[in-house]
């Protein structure tokens, strides 16, 4: 039997009513050979970390254009700690200015991806 493929949740926390860049990126994971869990616009952080635990992911990834990215990711980070989520990779992406991609690496983020990504870049960062 083959190996499991690397499993992705990718999710739209908060207010910010565009994910045509998520759904790209969505696509792109899965054309690499990932199984993509999108949850669509709108997510609850409580709802994001509940479907990271139920579907077993191995990567979270966030995407945040609204300029909410450090309260959303601390609330992301503190709620899956306590529910016992420390094993996946968490990825930030969307409009993060350069000066808070540190803040959020401090914060717990293995990775920071702007809008302006190549996906071969999150490919890579994913795969190894």
Known sequence: ???RKIRVLLAKPGLDG???GAKFISRALRDA???V???G???KIPNIVATAMDEDVDVVGLSILSGSHLAL???YINLSKEKGLD???????GTIPGVDVRKLKDMGADAVFGVETNIDVIVDFINN
Do not use: A, C, F
């Open 1 to 3: 039997m083959g190996q």
């Open 18 to 20: 565009h994910d045509r």
């Open 33 to 35: 050979g990932m199984e």
């Open 37 to 39: 869990i999108y949850t």
């Open 41 to 43: 616009l709108h997510q």
């Open 73 to 75: 990711t601390k609330k």
């Open 87 to 93: 094993d996946q990779l968490l990825l930030v992406g």
